[in-house]
């Protein structure tokens, strides 16, 4: 499978615990997306990266989270000392540098407990 | 800045009922468009895309929408839903320089 790939896909985890997440975009894309999509919402963007660099992040992003890309290939998406409002899907998606389509992987299905 | 309005929560219809699903946007300027569907159990998966040219656009599973540049909409419609159709469609818009922005979804379950 040459998609995006995604894991854990379900994690849950206790309030104040740190929590990582790992996505694989596909392997020639340079630019890299996370969203974050709640129940009833569409995806809403956290932050992107294209190669290594992180270009823009969204003010829904607090100091909590951190996301890297180290190389430019799969990127990390760590949230610290989770709150229960942190419980959401964490979408990544990925594009080519011409084209605007974004390729989306399955998620990670955050539970705060 | 920019929005993404979908104006229809949940949507049921019949087998073989046509379907237009609504989507406006804030921006005037140049923009890309989207419409995502995802399907139970499934990832995001790209329905049918508007860049430039004529904005009557054709996508998979025989999805169509059209870009309304004075309306600022970009409608998804389908002559006949079958079963299979059965998802949850995202609008999206693509500005330059940002990322995807998204509506907030539209349900839609067909009934065999």
């Known amino acids: 499978d040459t998609g995006v790939s995604q894991d854990p896909r379900h994690k849950i985890t206790k309030r104040g615990q740190n929590v990582t997440f790992r996505c694989d975009p596909i392997s020639e894309h340079n630019r890299l997306y996370w969203y974050r999509q709640t129940l009833g919402q569409g995806p809403e963007f956290l932050t992107y990266?294209?190669?290594?660099?992180?270009?823009?992040k969204s003010r829904l992003l607090s100091d909590r989270f951190s996301a890297e890309r180290p190389k430019g290939s799969f990127s990390t998406l760590e949230i610290q000392r989770t709150e229960q409002g942190d419980s959401a899907m964490y979408l990544c998606a990925s594009r080519g540098l011409v084209s605007y389509e974004q390729y989306f992987g399955p998620g990670t299905r955050l539970t705060v407990t | 800045a920019q929005s993404v309005s979908q104006h229809n929560h949940h949507v049921i219809l019949s087998e073989a009922a046509s379907l237009e699903l609504g989507c406006n946007y804030s921006?005037?300027?140049?923009?890309?468009l989207f419409w995502y569907v995802q399907y139970p159990g499934q990832h995001l998966q790209l329905l049918l895309k508007y860049f430039s040219g004529d904005p009557l656009v054709k996508g998979i599973k025989g999805f169509e929408a059209e870009f309304i540049k004075s309306k600022f909409s970009f409608n998804l419609r389908k002559p006949s839903v079958q079963w299979s159709d059965t998802a949850e469609y995202f609008c999206a818009v693509y500005q330059a320089g940002t990322a995807l922005i998204f509506g907030k979804g539209t349900t839609l379950s067909v009934s065999s």
């Open positions: 990266f294209q190669n290594e660099a992180q270009l823009e």
């Open positions: 921006y005037g300027g140049t923009v890309n």
